[in-house]
């Protein structure tokens, strides 16, 4: 089992950034794929990026790859997205889900895992 819980979401301008961060309870962290995914209003849930267990594979959406990076302190059972240069459309709920497996995926139904959420709004 893991429990995840979001934080560091919020209001931003357009071109700023923001520093998620995902706390993690439980004992599978270190051993599994994290992921972030996003929703926005109306919208179905999205991959956004995920990290392997030793963070050396990072795999990214194409709409964020070269602003996001996904990283992970596993001493700190921590998973973080940086969100650099955001734009309008990257306003959402964003969800930390774990795999709870050594595998990376990119579809909601491969996480058992996830956090209740935390808002970003990008203003333009």
């Known amino acids: 089992q893991v429990q995840l819980v979001e934080s560091g979401g919020g209001l931003v301008q357009a071109g700023g950034s923001l520093r998620l961060s995902c706390a993690a309870s439980?004992?599978?962290?270190?051993?599994?794929?994290m992921a972030w995914f996003r929703q926005a209003p109306g919208k179905e849930r999205e991959f956004v990026a995920a990290i392997s267990r030793s963070g050396g594979t990072t795999v990214y959406a194409d709409s964020v790859k070269g602003r996001f990076t996904i990283s992970r302190d596993n001493a700190k059972n921590t998973v973080y997205l940086q969100m650099n240069s955001l734009k309008p459309e990257d306003t959402a709920i964003y969800y930390c889900?774990?795999?709870?497996?050594?595998?990376?995926?990119?579809?909601?139904?491969?996480?058992?895992?996830w956090g209740q959420g935390t808002q970003v709004t990008v203003s333009s």
């Open positions: 439980g004992r599978s962290f270190s051993t599994s794929t």
């Open positions: 889900a774990a795999a709870g497996t050594l595998l990376i995926f990119r579809g909601t139904s491969n996480y058992p895992y």
